[in-house]
C-alpha cells in the first residue's frame, strides 16, 4: 500500500513538471513566432508579388465618338447643299487595364483599348486606396499594340510604379501571374506558368502576331488586355494582350523587350520635334541604348548600342521617362553632358539635339525624289472638294525628273511610302532619310479625276529611283 502510494505522489509530481516544462516550451514559441504558422504559410512568393504590383494596376474606361460615314455623304451634299444634315454620330464605350510605369503617373496599356478614343479615364481598385482621374493618350504603337497614357493628377502627386525585367529575363516554365482591373470593382488575378517564349526575332516595323507573344496558361479574359504579366519578384515581363479562344485556357502577353522598344518610339525627344536618334529602353534596373541612328546627334555623340545611361547633366535619371524628359528640358539650346557605362569603363558624352524640321523637310524629300510636297490643311482640302486633310499635296515635280516620266503630276496626293502612311512632312522625309542614291522607293498616290460635278479618286503606285 506505501510503494503504491508513494508511486502516485512521485507520479503526481512527474505529471506537474511535465506539464509546466509544456506550458513554457508554448510561450517561448508563442514570443518567437507573433504570425500564426498557418498565415506564414500561406503568404508565399505569389501573395507577395501581388501585393506589391497590385496598387500599380488600373482599369481604363475610354468614350469614343463614332462618326456614321455614307458613302454618299459628298453626293447627298452636293445634291441637297444647304438642306442636307449628316447623320448624328454614336458614343461607344470600352473598359480594358493597365499598370503605372512611373510615379509621375504614366501608364502602359495596349493600344486597342484606347485607340480613338475621345475621352479616357483611370480607376484605382480599393486596395490601391480607390480613386477616379481623367488621363490622355501620349501615344501608341499599332504594330505592337503598346499606348502610353498620362494620368491627369495634382501637382507633385506620385502613384506606386512596377519595376521592369530585364530584357530575356525569362524562365520557361516559370510561375507567372496576370492581373488586371477588368471592370473597376478591384484587382483580378489568375496564375500560370510560362508555357512558350517569343518565338520570332524582333521585326522594325512588322506588326506582331500571336508567334511573337509570351504564351502563359493564367486566364486573361478581355477586360484584363493592357494589365500586367509578373513574375515571382514582381517585375513586369509582360503585357496581358488576348485570349486565344481557339485554345482553352491559353493566354498571350506582349513581351516586356518588345514592350520597351515601343515606348521608345512613343515617349523620345522625337515627340517634341526633337532629333535624338537613340533608343533608350528600361532593362531591369538599368537604361540601356538600344539602338542608334547613323548620323544622327546621338551618334555623333558617341553613344553606342549597350551602353548604360548612368547620369544626364550630372543627375542620375529615375527611369525611362525622366531620361527622355531631361533631354527635352535642354532642347537645342546647347549640349547635353550624358554619362554611360561601356563595359568596366564610364564614359563621358556630349549630345546636342537638333529640330527635325532643319533635316526631315520638303527639301529632302525634293532632293531624293524629285517631288514637291506640302501638307493639306482643312481649308485646302475644302477647296480641293477633298473630306480629309490625310496624304501630302504634290505642289510640284521635277522637269526631267523620273517621277514627271512615271507620270506624277502637281495636284496628286502622296499617300504613302514603301507601304507607310506619313503624318506630315517630317514623317514623309525620315522615311527617306536612310536610303541612299540608287534604292528604290514605291510612292502611292491618289489621282483625283473631275467627271462634272464628280471627284473620281484613282489610287495608283510608281516604283522611284533614290537620286
Known amino acids: 500500500m506505501s510503494t503504491n502510494s508513494g508511486s502516485g505522489r512521485n507520479g503526481g509530481c512527474g505529471a506537474f513538471i511535465l506539464v509546466g516544462w509544456m506550458l513554457a516550451l508554448a510561450l517561448q514559441a508563442s514570443a518567437a513566432a507573433p504570425i500564426p504558422a498557418g498565415l506564414e504559410l500561406r503568404r508565399d512568393a505569389t501573395v507577395e508579388a501581388i501585393a506589391r504590383v497590385l496598387p500599380a494596376v488600373v482599369n481604363i474606361g475610354t468614350e469614343t465618338v463614332v462618326e456614321v460615314n455614307d458613302p454618299f455623304d459628298q453626293l447627298l451634299r452636293e445634291f441637297w447643299g444647304p438642306y442636307y444634315r449628316r447623320r448624328p454620330a454614336q458614343t461607344q464605350y470600352s473598359l480594358g487595364s493597365g499598370v503605372i510605369i512611373d510615379e509621375a503617373g504614366y501608364v502602359l496599356t495596349n493600344n486597342h483599348v484606347v485607340r480613338r478614343a475621345s475621352r479616357i479615364w483611370v480607376k484605382f481598385a480599393d ?3 480607390g480613386g477616379e482621374y481623367e488621363a490622355e493618350l501620349v501615344g501608341g504603337a499599332t504594330n505592337t499594340d503598346v499606348a502610353l497614357l498620362k494620368i491627369k493628377a495634382k501637382p507633385g502627386q506620385k502613384f506606386h510604379a512596377v519595376t521592369f525585367a530585364a530584357d530575356d529575363d525569362l524562365i520557361l ?13 478591384g484587382g483580378s488575378v489568375s496564375r500560370g506558368i510560362l508555357s512558350s517564349k517569343s518565338r520570332r526575332p524582333a521585326s522594325d516595323d512588322g506588326p506582331l502576331g500571336i508567334e511573337d507573344w509570351l504564351q502563359t496558361d493564367a486566364p486573361i479574359n478581355p477586360g484584363s488586355s493592357g494589365g500586367p504579366l509578373i513574375n ?4 513586369l515581363i509582360g503585357l496581358n494582350v488576348a485570349v486565344y479562344r481557339e485554345g482553352q485556357g491559353i493566354g498571350f502577353a506582349i513581351p516586356v523587350k518588345r514592350v520597351s522598344e515601343a515606348l521608345g518610339t512613343i515617349f523620345s525627344p522625337e515627340r517634341e520635334r526633337l532629333w535624338f536618334g537613340a533608343r533608350v529602353r528600361p532593362a531591369g534596373a538599368e537604361l540601356t541604348v538600344g539602338a542608334v541612328e547613323l548620323g544622327s546627334p546621338a551618334d555623333r555623340g558617341g553613344l553606342r548600342i549597350g551602353d548604360q545611361i548612368l547620369a544626364v547633366a550630372g543627375k542620375k535619371p529615375r527611369g525611362f521617362i525622366e531620361f527622355n524628359q531631361q533631354l527635352m528640358a535642354v532642347g537645342d539650346q546647347r549640349n547635353v553632358p550624358i554619362e554611360v557605362q561601356r563595359g568596366s569603363a564610364p564614359l563621358n558624352l556630349s549630345v546636342r539635339l537638333v529640330r527635325e524640321a532643319t533635316v526631315f523637310n520638303a ?6 525624289l524629285g517631288i514637291s510636297v506640302q501638307e493639306i490643311t482643312r481649308e485646302l482640302a475644302e477647296r480641293m472638294g477633298l473630306i480629309t486633310t490625310d496624304g501630302l499635296l504634290i505642289a510640284g515635280v521635277d522637269r526631267g525628273s523620273e517621277a514627271e516620266t512615271a507620270g506624277i503630276e502637281r495636284g496628286q496626293i502622296l499617300l504613302g511610302l514603301n507601304g507607310t502612311s506619313p503624318d506630315d512632312v517630317i514623317a514623309a522625309a525620315r522615311l527617306l532619310y536612310a536610303k541612299k542614291a540608287g534604292d528604290k522607293v514605291t510612292v502611292e498616290v491618289l489621282i483625283l479625276r473631275r467627271t462634272g460635278r464628280m471627284i473620281v479618286p484613282q489610287r495608283g503606285s510608281v516604283a522611284l529611283t533614290v537620286r
Do not use: H, Q, S, Y
Open 127 to 129: 486596395e490601391a486606396g
Open 173 to 185: 516554365g516559370e510561375t507567372v501571374i496576370a492581373l488586371g482591373n477588368p471592370f473597376g470593382l
Open 232 to 235: 515571382l519578384n514582381g517585375d
Open 363 to 368: 527639301a529632302m524629300i525634293r532632293e531624293k
